[in-house]
């Protein structure tokens, strides 16, 4: 058994930070759906290795709302600070 089998994961956007964390999730077991996955170089494929790629507005959504755990990276549009939800 994997040490987070069954945590469901879902990692928005395709800034280098967020791909290495969903990986890293990946590697140990959870479920990790990976939200406008970049695929453009052969780190990122690496990167998305494990991870169900989603492309699609309905399977994102999915998805999002079955998530236990968000991973995103990025700032909100016209701020200056990280976005950080508890």
């Known amino acids: 058994m994997s040490l987070l089998a069954e945590l469901r994961v879902v990692q928005l956007?395709?800034?280098m930070a967020a791909a290495v964390c969903g990986r890293l999730f990946?590697?140990?077991g959870a479920d990790v759906a990976c939200v406008g996955p970049d695929v453009?170089?052969?780190l990122a494929v690496h990167l998305n290795h494990r991870?169900?790629?989603v492309?699609?507005?309905a399977a994102a959504r999915n998805a999002i709302t079955t998530a236990e755990l968000i991973v995103a990276e990025g700032?909100?549009?016209g701020s200056s600070r990280p976005v950080i939800r508890q």
């Open 75 to 77: 700032r909100r549009a």
């Open 40 to 42: 453009s170089t052969h």
């Open 55 to 57: 492309s699609n507005n």
């Open 51 to 53: 991870k169900i790629l």
């Open 13 to 15: 956007g395709g800034g």
């Open 26 to 28: 990946a590697d140990v």
